[in-house]
């Protein structure tokens, strides 16, 4: 497991983060999904060979909820 | 203010300029006094509209945008025209105002953080290059500046300094640095020139570990934080579902009930629905809580550490290092036939060539040059003590049953601590009492958690009954624990947690490095004087970087006042929310008190949180 940190960007509230947060929850190949609205951080851990699949997703699940949010990697 | 902030706000001044206008103009035609309304109002929302036909399309129908969406255009429907526009332009100023307070409050909580340091000069062919301190490597040379901040940790090979340690560890006093001296990264070089070899990677320097922790301790939610959330969940659905039995129901049943006058009441209902006030304004305050620590050189590995500290109940403390300064002084010298100088000259002399802690302090205490010369002969006797030829005389120095192998009658010492006899030509000359010593900051630290309401505090030690027997006596402990090892202050610990009540916690204070185990067994584990210790930081849930122990009752005030500033704004958060529920259900509040209920409520939810920064140093 590695962890990766990404910068968040238009998020509106911090309702939607955490709503956000949950959805990505779901997402089977990363644990400990966790949406600063504050820090305006994304962070997740997950197996080095699939990081690349878990971003994809993780981008899909942001194209539903929340289409005007876009990450980072920092 | 970020651009899309200034976007808004032409935005929201051309829809104002619009309103305004009509108003002044007094336009009889009706229609065309709609028309500057209807444009006021696209001009104003039509982003809100866009986001909340998308959402329809996602099945997201509690979104903020769509309820707002949904009111403003039920109050067009029923004609009310400006309040309409009215509305959406309350809530976009209060939008604004919101992401204006967040941003702001982002940035002085990393300002309080403001310990990355942005560049290292590094010697690079015999020349000083400008570089990210994450590109330099282990072993390479950095050169560092009067004012500026040491990027990354090393030992100085070249050049003395004072450095300032605040942004680290929250002390203010300056640190004497020269060569071969450990330095750490985010300190501020105050005077000299600095060469530094570098012994770690950025990514593994102090600042860096500070950092990810402290940006991570929002992750680990607290109970009030999951409590918003499951709040916020079914709160709006009820709100809304309320809203639309409100604008159904009364007509129907009511004689007379215009139906008008209930849609209205209901779109307020919408208004309102919106549980962000709370949703912001709560982990907001723990992270003002955190950052607030942490300028003052304490850690906070979560926001549920924080939350757990405001209900301190017993506070268990390991004794060296953490109450004590870990460090043996000769503390008392009983002197017979010789002065007090004399014995302890005597005894340096004869414990010149041994390393042992206590021959150290000895030394220390006599702290001048020793001619070895004078010293012939010296014998060290296993688990007894030393003895030597100092200057033609023969010096016996060690514990009681050395003297008693020499058959030398003592006068037996009543002082507490470690008790060194010498004897002079196989006569007795006195004792050197030597002990830990009691940090002055514990008398204070003792003070402070009786202040804020801790229950006991306990001492655990693995040192002799009588010597911790004194200092718990000094200062004023509720009880004492000696003679420990490591393993019976787990069960110790374990036992004391059964003794508490069912919401107190029990905080252990340590040094990190040995009582892992226990640090990780108690509600709150401390780990002091963290600067440097992976051990530390890595076992502990907060981490003090001085090692003074009244830090501990510093978290635990801020702690108070960040959990009293949380039930503020929920309690207010809520209050207001359903007294303008209430109120607009029979009709008595407006549409604009709603939106007060919504915007307004936020941020004055957030300028409370950002109350806890303000907290000081020396509180």
Known sequence: MKKYKFKIEGLDCANCANELESALQKIEQIENVSISFIMQKLSFECQEENKETALKEIRKVIKKEEPDVTIEEV | ?619
């Open chain 2, 1 to 619: 203010m970020t651009k899309k902030m200034n976007k808004q706000l032409i935005k929201i001044l051309i829809s104002l300029f619009l309103v305004i206008l009509s108003t002044i103009l007094k336009l009889d035609h009706s229609i065309i006094n709609n028309i500057f309304y209807i444009v006021a109002y696209i001009i104003v929302g039509y982003d809100i509209v866009i986001k909340a036909m998308k959402n329809i399309g996602r099945g997201k129908v509690f979104d903020e945008n769509f309820l707002m969406t949904i009111a403003t255009i039920g109050a067009f429907c029923i004609g009310e025209f400006p309040e309409a526009v009215a509305v959406m332009l309350f809530y976009q100023v209060g939008e604004l105002f919101q992401s204006y307070a967040v941003d702001k409050s982002r940035k002085s909580i990393s300002s309080l953080m403001d310990i990355r340091p942005d560049y290292a000069n590094v010697y690079r062919k015999e020349e000083i290059e400008r570089v990210d301190p994450d590109e330099v490597n282990i072993g390479e040379i950095i050169l560092v500046k009067p004012g500026e901040k040491i990027p990354l940790d090393g030992i100085v090979i070249e050049g003395a300094s004072m450095l300032n340690t605040q942004a680290l560890t929250g002390e203010s006093v300056p640190r004497r640095v020269r060569e071969s001296n450990e330095v750490l990264n985010g300190c501020i070089n105050n005077d000299g020139i600095l060469k530094i070899k570098v012994t770690k990677k950025f990514e593994e320097s102090t600042v860096a570990k500070i950092l990810d922790l402290v940006e991570n301790a929002s992750s680990r939610k607290s109970k009030s934080e999951n409590f918003i959330s499951k709040f916020a969940k079914y709160y709006t659905p009820i709100v809304v579902i309320i809203a639309v039995f409100l604008a159904i129901l009364p007509p129907l049943i009511i004689k007379d009930a215009s139906f008008n006058d209930w849609l209205y009441r209901a779109l307020s209902f919408l208004v309102v629905s919106c549980p962000c006030a709370l949703v912001i304004s709560i982990p907001l305050s723990f992270f003002g809580g955190i950052g607030a620590s942490s300028k003052i050189g304490i850690l906070i590995k979560g926001s549920n550490y924080l939350e757990a500290l405001a209900h301190t109940e017993l506070v268990v403390c390991d004794k060296t290092g953490t109450l004590t300064e870990g460090v043996f002084q000769v503390q008392k010298i009983e002197s017979i036939g010789y002065s007090d100088e004399e014995l302890l000259r005597y005894a340096s002399y004869a414990e010149n060539f041994s390393n042992h802690p206590i021959s150290l302090s000895i030394k220390k205490a006599y702290g001048k040059e020793i001619n070895e010369k004078l010293v012939t002969k010296t014998k060290e006797i296993s688990g007894k003590g030393i003895f030597a030829r100092v200057d033609k005389k023969e010096i016996l120095v060690g514990n009681k049953k050395l003297m008693r192998e020499y058959k030398i009658e003592v006068k037996e010492s009543k002082e507490a601590g470690t008790i060194v006899y010498v004897a002079i030509d196989n006569k007795f000359a006195g004792t050197i009492i030597i002990s830990d010593k009691i940090k002055e900051d514990s008398f204070k630290a003792m003070k402070e958690f009786r202040k804020n309401h801790v229950e006991r505090v306990i001492m655990l030690t693995g040192d002799l009954d009588d010597i911790s027997k004194n200092i718990a006596q000094k200062l004023k402990l509720d009880s004492y624990y000696a003679e420990l090892l490591p393993q019976d202050k787990v069960e110790k610990v374990e036992k004391l947690m059964n003794q508490k009540s069912d919401r107190g916690k029990l905080l252990f204070i340590g040094d990190g490095i040995n009582d892992a185990p226990v640090l990780a067994i108690a509600d709150i584990g401390v780990a002091m004087g963290g600067v440097g210790s992976d051990a530390a930081i890595e076992a502990a849930d907060v981490v003090i970087m001085t090692d003074e122990p009244s830090k501990v009752s510093s978290a635990i005030k801020i702690s108070k006042k960040t959990m009293r500033i949380v039930r503020e704004n929920i309690l207010f958060a809520i209050l207001v929310k359903v007294a303008i529920l209430i109120l607009s259900a029979f009709g008595i509040a407006s549409m604009w008190a709603a939106v007060f209920a919504d915007v307004g409520v936020s941020v004055i939810a957030i300028l409370n949180a950002l109350r806890i920064l303000r907290i000081k140093n020396n509180q």
